[in-house]
């Protein structure tokens, strides 16, 4: 099984604003508020920078983007475990399923250092046998190449994979890899989530374990 982190894993949302105003508040911008910024999560941390200025009024060139981008990544290594949290029911999801022995990966568009300093914080780091972040190499979902990463180094194969997320880059990525998908309410999805074409939409991440055996063909 695979999953997204940023909106289905954790609410990083409120540390993620603070480090947006942050940047924005050097330039005498903003700030913008908790849903806004919500809204541009997604695609990594470059385009979040780019969508926050473009809010504000004042788009960048590209030039610009370069520098702001290395600017935040600075900004938000201090701010990435002050107040996010973990999504309700995670722990315990991950620990039934490690316990059930499914092979757990991370695919997240999230810098990798910055996973390493959020799954060491919440003690996770031992529950992923991979974890594959946005600078590591390979395309950023939408694209299917983390997740065909993931799975050639978990040895598992797209039938018996799944992807669980909260957006339609996550759906986009699993059609794209050939793996089912599963989306959880309470994301950072802009769009209505029951109309992203995922294979099964779920409450919350504790109804997760009930969900799959409804899958064809079943993953447990």
Do not use: W
Not at 86 to 111: I, R, S, W, Y
Not at 121 to 128: G, I, P, Y
Not at 201 to 208: E, T
């Amino acid at each position: 099984m695979l999953f997204d982190l940023d909106g289905t894993l954790i609410d990083s949302a409120p540390d993620i604003a603070a480090a947006v105003n942050e940047l924005l508040a050097r330039r005498d911008l903003g700030p913008l508020s908790l849903a806004d910024v919500t809204s541009m999560i997604g695609r990594g941390v470059e385009k979040l920078v780019e969508r926050a200025f473009a809010a504000t009024g004042n788009p960048l060139s590209p030039a610009e983007l370069r520098r702001e981008h290395a600017e935040m990544m600075d900004i938000y290594a201090r701010h990435l475990t002050g107040a996010t949290t973990l999504m309700p029911g995670a722990g315990q999801m991950l620990e039934e399923l490690c316990d059930e022995g499914v092979a757990l990966g991370l695919v997240t568009n999230k810098p990798q250092r910055f996973i390493e300093t959020i799954l060491d914080f919440f003690h996770l780091s031992s529950v992923f046998a991979v974890a594959i972040g946005g600078d590591s190499g390979v395309a950023k979902k939408p694209a299917p190449d983390m997740l065909l990463a993931a799975m050639e180094e978990l040895g598992a194969e797209p039938r018996n994979t799944i992807m669980v997320g909260d957006s339609t880059s996550d759906v986009e990525a699993a059609r794209a890899a050939g793996v089912q998908v599963v989306l959880v309410r309470g994301g950072y999805s802009v769009e209505p989530i029951d109309r992203l074409g995922a294979d099964r939409v779920i409450d919350g991440l504790s109804s997760l374990s009930g969900a799959l055996p409804a899958l064809k063909p079943p993953i447990l």
